[in-house]
């Protein structure tokens, strides 16, 4: 059974007449990699300010271990933060950036000597005691801020963007660098982030906020393969969606035909959306196809061909690794696992 470590119940937050948090519910498992993912100004890095005790709740409990810490300052939670700017003294070494925590506790010096040695050689820089801060690469200086809040062994290291300044290469290394870590310490790590490859990347669980509500939690692969709504859908990957109505269980009309699907419990008739992968459609011969349309784009997007088909009034967004001739007439097959099926969305 796993245990809960952090649990937000009913959270809202206001900042003068706005509400930013509008009744959070969410709890993370103790050794999990949980991230807080959505669009700028969703609320989630004031969802992790409020656990690392930098914002208090306007209405609702935060719990630690089972105890409600809502009005436990920061210093005194076992909990960590890295913020996007690391803020590391530029007038200390590496050694001293990671022992300034340590130095404060009052330990003795011999016992600081071995935790930052131990924490350095964890995060690959061992030899790097003496260097100077500013000396360092941004991937460098990523891991000595995930050091210096490391050495102090919380059961929480909160982390908000802190790969955003990278280049995309290393931002890609130290994203699985980031995930084997989290792995070979054993403790729980809370991520924000406003990119989706990331999070689809490194998470056990994705919470989506937008507009300080959260849209859906669950693991990576349900997300994408079953976004709850317009919003999910369509913020995780790219998605075809299309007006459509359930005429019965497992079976959906949508571009005016009848297909089979994988799902059940809606009402006889439901209006609702469509959800289709521009990866599941496959482009096949025109007289082969559930759909027959017309190639209207064709882009190179290196691994893959990005087309749009129009078919029925609905332009789909293909994804193959063949290209198929600009303005050819084609049709579209895809299986009823393909075919996701949500309640009707505003959003």
Same mark, same amino acid.
């Given at each position: 059974?796993?245990k809960?470590?952090?649990?937000?119940?009913?959270?809202?937050?206001?900042?003068?007449?706005? /509400?930013?948090?509008?009744?959070?519910?969410?709890?993370?498992n103790e050794?999990e990699?949980?991230?807080?993912?959505?669009p700028?100004?969703?609320?989630?890095? /004031?969802?992790?300010r409020?656990?690392?005790g930098?914002?208090?709740?306007?209405e609702?409990?935060l719990?630690?271990?089972?105890?409600i810490?809502?009005?436990?300052?920061?210093?005194?939670?076992?909990?960590?933060?890295?913020?996007?700017k %690391?803020?590391?003294?530029?007038?200390?070494?590496?050694?001293?950036?990671i022992?300034?925590?340590?130095k404060?506790k009052?330990?003795?010096?011999?016992?600081i000597? %071995?935790?930052?040695?131990?924490?350095l050689?964890?995060?690959?820089?061992?030899?790097?005691?003496?260097?100077?801060?500013?000396?360092?690469?941004?991937?460098?200086?990523? *891991?000595?801020?995930?050091?210096?809040?490391?050495?102090?062994?919380?059961?929480?290291?909160?982390?908000?963007?802190?790969?955003?300044?990278?280049?995309?290469?290393? *931002?890609?290394?130290m994203?699985?660098?980031?995930k084997?870590?989290?792995?070979r310490?054993?403790?729980?790590?809370?991520?924000? /982030?406003?990119?989706?490859?990331?999070?689809?990347?490194?998470?056990?669980?994705?919470?989506?906020?937008?507009?300080?509500?959260?849209?859906q939690i669950?693991?990576?692969?349900?997300?994408?393969?079953?976004?709850k709504?317009?919003?999910?859908?369509?913020?995780?990957?790219?998605?075809?969606?299309?007006?459509?109505?359930?005429?019965?269980?497992?079976?959906?009309?949508f571009?005016?035909?009848?297909?089979?699907c994988v799902?059940?419990?809606?009402?006889?008739?439901?209006?609702i959306?469509?959800?289709? *992968?521009p990866?599941?459609?496959?482009?096949?011969d025109?007289?082969k196809?559930?759909?027959?349309?017309?190639?209207?784009?064709?882009?190179f997007?290196?691994?893959?061909?990005e087309?749009?088909?129009?078919?029925e009034d609905?332009?789909?967004?293909?994804?193959?690794t063949?290209?198929?001739?600009?303005?050819s007439?084609?049709?579209?097959?895809? /299986?009823p696992e393909?075919?996701?099926?949500m309640?009707?969305?505003n959003?």
């Amino acid at each position: 059974m796993k245990k809960k470590i952090i649990e937000l119940k009913n959270i809202t937050k206001n900042f003068n007449d706005e /509400t930013v948090l509008d009744n959070i519910n969410l709890y993370v498992n103790e050794n999990e990699f949980v991230t807080l993912l959505g669009p700028s100004g969703c609320g989630k890095t /004031t969802t992790l300010r409020i656990i690392g005790g930098f914002e208090t709740p306007t209405e609702g409990n935060l719990f630690f271990d089972g105890k409600i810490i809502n009005d436990i300052p920061p210093y005194k939670r076992q909990i960590n933060t890295v913020f996007q700017k %690391y803020a590391l003294f530029p007038h200390l070494n590496v050694f001293e950036n990671i022992a300034f925590g340590l130095k404060i506790k009052k330990l003795k010096k011999s016992e600081i000597t %071995y935790k930052v040695n131990k924490i350095l050689k964890l995060v690959g820089l061992e030899n790097f005691c003496n260097r100077d801060i500013n000396s360092l690469s941004g991937g460098q200086q990523q *891991r000595i801020a995930i050091a210096r809040a490391l050495v102090n062994e919380p059961k929480v290291l909160l982390l908000d963007e802190p790969l955003g300044a990278l280049d995309l290469k290393l *931002r890609k290394e130290m994203q699985i660098e980031l995930k084997n870590m989290q792995k070979r310490i054993g403790i729980t790590f809370v991520y924000v /982030t406003h990119d989706q490859e990331e999070a689809l990347t490194m998470s056990d669980t994705v919470a989506i906020l937008n507009e300080g509500v959260i849209q859906q939690i669950g693991t990576p692969v349900d997300i994408y393969n079953e976004p709850k709504n317009a919003f999910v859908a369509n913020f995780i990957g790219e998605s075809n969606i299309i007006d459509g109505i359930m005429l019965d269980d497992y079976k959906v009309m949508f571009c005016n035909k009848v297909f089979t699907c994988v799902d059940k419990g809606f009402s006889k008739d439901e209006n609702i959306d469509v959800v289709i *992968r521009p990866e599941d459609l496959v482009i096949t011969d025109e007289n082969k196809g559930l759909l027959k349309g017309v190639i209207k784009s064709v882009i190179f997007k290196g691994v893959h061909y990005e087309m749009l088909v129009n078919a029925e009034d609905f332009e789909f967004m293909v994804h193959s690794t063949l290209k198929f001739p600009l303005g050819s007439n084609v049709g579209l097959t895809l /299986t009823p696992e393909d075919i996701h099926i949500m309640k009707k969305s505003n959003n």
